[in-house]
Nanobody
Framework: QVQLVESGGGLVQAGGSLRLTCAAS????????MAWYRQAPGKQREMVAT???????NYAVSVKGRFTISRDNAKNTVYLQMNSLKPEDTAVYYC?????????????WGQGTQVTVSS
């Protein structure tokens, strides 16, 4: 069994910063991609940032230059540093990862962490 646990969400004023953490645990053979998604009320879930096993990153246009995704492969952990936060960044942020166990390849989601940016 594999699980992702997110932490680091909270309430912050516009212009502030937060750092999200997502740790993978369980019967992990290897982790391929790790990513952050978000879902605001009444909207579809959208990709925020992705990082492959080599650390190459991609970002949504709306967060490029403000957010940074990074991985610590030794700790099976991915981070999302969010700077210059805007009220429109308010959402539940979800961690997602493609993980190989000894038997199969699975896509795993975390439970989500709330980020609220006040104006």
């Amino acid at each position: 069994q594999v699980q992702l646990v997110e932490s680091g969400g909270g309430l912050v004023q516009a212009g502030g910063s937060l750092r999200l953490t997502c740790a993978a645990s369980g019967s992990i053979f290897s982790i391929h991609f790790m990513a952050w998604y978000r879902q605001a009320p009444g909207k579809q879930r959208e990709m925020v940032a992705t990082a492959d096993s080599g650390g190459s990153a991609n970002y949504a246009v709306s967060v490029k230059g403000r957010f940074t995704i990074s991985r610590d492969n030794a700790k099976n952990t991915v981070y999302l540093q969010m700077n210059s936060l805007k009220p429109e960044d308010t959402a539940v942020y979800y961690c997602n990862a493609g993980i190989s166990t000894s038997k199969t390849l699975i896509a795993v989601w975390g439970q989500g962490t709330q980020v609220t940016v006040s104006s």
